[in-house]
């Protein structure tokens, strides 16, 4: 088991940046790859970001490459995602997930998952 406990979410005026945090504890956090999803009102939960085991691979959703960067610090079992120019369509309550498949965007292969935290990002 695994449980995750996202921060740092709030509201943010267009153009800011945010930085998110996952706390990882329970099994060993090296053994899974983390994500970050996402879900606005009315819509499906989407994929976000991943990063494999070490650091060293990333898969990022095409609406937030190279304005979101997810890094993980496996000495502190946390997992972050630095948001910069943000934009009113990133409001969402925002997951951290955790899988043992691999580098994959779908959620259904995300076995573990956190409670959420709000963005939103004022125009």
């Known amino acids: 088991q695994v449980h995750l406990v996202e921060s740092g979410g709030g509201l943010v005026q267009a153009g800011g940046s945010l930085r998110l945090s996952c706390a990882a504890s329970?099994?060993?956090?090296?053994?899974?790859?983390m994500g970050w999803f996402r879900q606005a009102p009315g819509k499906e939960r989407e994929f976000v970001a991943a990063i494999t085991w070490s650091g060293g691979l990333t898969y990022y959703a095409e609406s937030v490459q190279g304005r979101f960067i997810i890094s993980r610090d496996n000495a502190k079992n946390t997992v972050a995602l630095q948001m910069i120019s943000l934009k009113p369509e990133d409001t969402a309550v925002y997951y951290c997930?955790?899988?043992?498949?691999?580098?994959?965007?779908?959620?259904?292969?995300?076995?573990?998952w956190g409670q959420g935290t709000q963005v939103t990002v004022s125009s």
């Open positions: 997930a955790a899988n043992d498949r691999g580098l994959v965007a779908g959620p259904e292969m995300y076995a573990y």
């Open positions: 329970g099994r060993t956090f090296t053994s899974f790859v």
